[in-house]
Nanobody, 120 residues
Framework: QVQLVESGGGLRQPGGSLTLSCAAS????????MAWYRQTPGKERELVAS???????DYAESVKGRFTISRENAMNTVYLQMNNLRPEDTAVYYC??????????????WGQGTQVTVSS
């Protein structure tokens, strides 16, 4: 079993900053990639940022220059530093990871989600 536990959500004013973290635990053979998604009511979940095992990083256009994804491999943890927050960043943020639990078993896992609210 693999668990992804997120933390760091909360309420910020526009222009503020927030850091999300997500720690993977359980039977982990190898983590291929980790990512952050977000979802608002009535909309599909969208990719915010991703980082793969080789260090390759992608961002949604809407967060480029404001958000930074990073990964601490030894701790199986991924972070999302969010600066210059905007009201449109308000969403539930989900951690995602693609993990081998053995040499042959591979699957995608999701965290429980953490609420980020940007409002004055």
């Amino acid at each position: 079993q693999v668990q992804l536990v997120e933390s760091g959500g909360g309420l910020r004013q526009p222009g503020g900053s927030l850091t999300l973290s997500c720690a993977a635990s359980g039977t982990i053979f190898r983590i291929i990639g980790m990512a952050w998604y977000r979802q608002t009511p009535g909309k599909e979940r969208e990719l915010v940022a991703s980082i793969n095992s080789g260090g390759g990083i992608d961002y949604a256009e809407s967060v480029k220059g404001r958000f930074t994804i990073s990964r601490e491999n030894a701790m199986n943890t991924v972070y999302l530093q969010m600066n210059n927050l905007r009201p449109e960043d308000t969403a539930v943020y989900y951690c995602n990871a693609h993990i081998y639990t053995s040499a042959y078993n591979f699957d995608a896992y999701w965290g429980q989600g953490t609420q980020v609210t940007v409002s004055s």
